[in-house]
């Protein structure tokens, strides 16, 4: 028998997922908390402040849907979100940290306790707005201008930070080296998902090519006189795949061969590979990266090649550590909307990707909740998602996300003993990490 087409999935292992999944979430209790926030004049302030301007949050959100750019060439992303910030009264840079297009805008420096509002809005190649960027540039943009109009008066500021190329440009990296971030002292932001949960993991990531170098020869006359650098990369495919049997269920490795040679005749000289190794900590990924290191230093030694190992030409990729008490804000702040966010195990934590706002948090307190835009088995990255970021649910999304996010930050400035619990947590699950030297 030929097949003409590939084999298509069959459902039943998702059929399953799905099911389980549904009667979790029906028997799950929303994430609560055990701080009081902000005074609630204030809170109906900032509400207000979000509320009015619904509709301008909603077509920022469709203009960018409309108008994908991928990661660092968001020029007219950048330039829509600055127009709609000036429209409501306030001034941003665009070009900060060596990033074209990337954005600050902030209230006047009071002294007190720094929160900044983190917008993304890159969209993903041949798939537009598949990861939903354009519903989180314009939730952090409801917040900041829901959280500006009552920032100076508890005595703190709020920022919005735009943040170039998250789909693997590690913008937030990239500024936080720069300085950007020094004087934040915690950071929030929202993405898009299939469901409303306040804390979901993500994974950390780093990047690797492995090049294996031989010796060219012709392929029939003097084979002998060869080192095949496809075989040593084939060998070191091979091995990564064995790996993956003893690899726990937290951690994944894909890769693909980019180079595997010119021509059948000539034995290559030259064969490469390019993985994605994701892990749920730190030391897991770390740990994670040295085994396939080995496996690549194997492969040349059974061939007779050399092989050079490039690592993370883009910065790497931090999981996310969370933070319970910033969160749980959230999720009482998303209640006045008929949303009850879901604790973290309710949704299969392995329905996940990787994100560079893990590096941030590892330097100051951050929650990046979910809120939902789709069905349960729409996935991130796929054009049906790209459909529902733009869609009317989508658009209740934006209004929605940007009230939470708004209150949420009005909470951390107005709230003395919820600052101090943050911090907290913050510092007990192991405080602030030097991001860039945890790899070298």
Not at 16 to 34: D, F, K, N, Q, R
Not at 144 to 172: D, M, Q, Y
Not at 392 to 402: I, K, M, N, T
């Amino acid at each position: 028998m030929i097949h003409t087409t590939p084999v298509p999935p069959d459902h039943s292992y998702l059929n399953v997922l799905t099911s389980a999944t549904s009667e979790a979430v029906a028997a799950a209790e929303p994430i609560g908390s055990a701080y009081a926030g902000a005074s609630g004049t204030t809170r109906q302030k900032a509400g207000s402040a979000v509320r009015e301007r619904a509709g301008g949050l909603v077509s920022l959100s469709q203009d960018l849907h409309a108008h994908p750019e991928e990661g660092f060439a968001e020029h007219r992303s950048v330039r829509a979100l600055a127009s709609f910030l000036e429209e409501n009264g306030h001034t941003s840079q665009i070009g900060i940290g060596g990033l074209d297009t990337a954005l600050i805008a902030s209230t006047p420096h009071t002294g007190g306790p720094h929160i900044a509002v983190l917008a993304e809005y890159d969209a993903l190649p041949g798939i537009g707005h598949g990861c939903g960027h354009n519903i989180i540039c314009s939730t952090a943009a409801g917040g900041f201008l829901g959280a500006a109009a009552v920032a100076e008066e508890l005595g703190g500021r709020v920022s919005l930070i735009g943040t170039p190329a998250e789909e693997g440009g590690g913008g937030k990296e990239t500024l936080a080296r720069a300085g950007i971030f020094d004087d934040v002292d915690a950071v929030v932001m929202l993405h898009p998902f299939s469901h409303d949960i306040a804390m979901h993991p993500f994974l950390g990531r780093r990047q690797l090519e492995m090049v294996f170098h031989g010796v060219t020869a012709h392929a029939s006359a003097q084979p002998f006189m060869g080192r095949n650098a496809l075989d040593a990369a084939v060998a070191a495919y091979q091995g990564v795949s064995m790996l993956r049997q003893q690899l726990p269920s937290s951690d994944r490795v894909h890769g693909i061969f980019s180079d595997g040679g010119a021509r059948p005749n000539v034995i290559p000289e030259r064969a490469a590979l390019l993985f994605y190794l994701r892990s749920t900590d730190p030391e897991t990924l770390r740990d994670l990266a040295d085994r396939l290191s080995r496996i690549a230093h194997g492969a040349a030694e059974m061939t007779g090649c050399a092989v050079e190992l490039l690592w993370d030409t883009l910065p790497p990729y931090l999981p996310i550590r969370f933070n319970t008490a910033l969160a749980g804000r959230w999720a009482v702040n998303q209640e006045p909307t008929g949303r009850k966010p879901l604790p973290p195990g309710i949704v299969p934590d392995f329905l996940t990707g990787s994100t560079d706002l893990g590096n941030l948090s590892y330097r100051m307190p951050a929650i990046h909740p979910m809120i939902a835009v789709s069905g349960p088995t729409v996935a991130l990255h796929t054009k049906e998602f790209a459909a529902a970021a733009g869609s009317g649910d989508g658009d209740r999304a934006v209004v929605d996300g940007a009230l939470g996010l708004a209150l949420t930050a009005v909470d951390y400035l107005g709230d003395k003993e919820l600052r101090e619990a943050t911090h907290a947590e913050f510092e007990a699950s192991g405080g602030a990490l030097d991001v860039p030297a945890f790899f070298d």
